[in-house]
């Protein structure tokens, strides 16, 4: 009987661990609880349940007491390690892994660093800034202003979030210093184009992966995850807007 409880909290934990990297790394909400199910049934576990919030995840399985919740304060977009915790469910489902060995290996891809360092993350938001300025028909001479104005933000985003964590205010401080930077490139005549800089420019902070997930979860009945998503993609966008309006208002 302790063995079997023993066994039974250590898949808990795998699946609740699988669960954590996956939201807290961008993936949906109905593949989160899908994973986790299908883990728990690798395990010889038929009935398990899974509530998944983008804030919370609520797991139990039968002929086990305990539910176990916890909860998830960050979110960011890495699928790398989405894909490799789909990479390990997989195994599990293939019988090539027991117990232990899939628990370290969870263990492995949260403790593991992110895919691209900072300054590659940074180089190519400035670089999809300059992109964007091209593909809204601008022109080639506001492209370095955008890559700079784009460079520079992100990287204001980046900085400001580690000492402020409320995301509303980092995202209008980032769009701010962007609408403020190209502002000043027009006014000197080094840009052309005010309009086509700021869209371009604020391209990397628009919530483009949180609103597909809002919709995908929404459509497969996942109303409590759709609708909080949404309004947190709708809070980003909204601190974007005030961000460039404030800059519009001063000068």
């Not at 699946?15 to 993936?27: R, S, T």
């Not at 789909?86 to 232990?100: A, P, V």
């Not at 009945?221 to 909080?228: K, R, V």
């Amino acid at each position: 009987m302790d063995f079997y409880l023993k066994e039974s909290s250590l898949i808990v934990d795998i699946c609740l661990l699988a669960g954590k990297i996956m939201l807290q790394n961008g993936a949906e909400t109905y593949r989160v609880e899908d994973t986790m199910v299908r883990i728990a049934s690798a395990f010889g576990i038929e009935q398990s349940h899974s509530f998944v919030t983008p804030t919370a995840i609520i797991f139990s399985i039968e002929g086990y007491e305990r539910t176990k919740l916890i909860r998830i304060t960050e979110r960011f977009t890495n699928l790398e390690k989405v894909s490799r915790v789909n990479q390990i469910s997989r195994e599990i489902s293939g019988g090539s892994l027991s117990l232990t060995e899939a628990y370290s290996k969870l263990q492995e891809v949260e403790k593991s660093p992110d895919t691209y360092s900072l300054f590659l993350q940074i180089a190519a938001a400035a670089i999809v800034s300059g992109c964007f300025v091209i593909m809204f028909k601008g022109v080639w001479t506001d492209f370095i202003p955008a890559v700079i104005a784009g460079g520079l933000g992100f990287s204001a985003f980046v900085y400001i979030h580690r000492l402020v964590q409320i995301r509303f205010f980092v995202e209008f401080f980032a769009s701010f210093l962007i609408g403020l930077i190209a502002t000043l490139f027009v006014d000197f005549g080094l840009g052309q184009e005010l309009d086509k800089i700021i869209i371009g420019s604020v391209m990397p902070l628009v919530p483009g992966v949180l609103i597909t997930h809002a919709v995908r979860d929404l459509l497969a009945g996942h109303l409590i995850a759709g609708l909080s998503k949404g309004a947190e993609a709708f809070l980003t966008a909204f601190a974007i807007g005030t961000g460039v309006a404030v800059v519009f208002y001063l000068f």
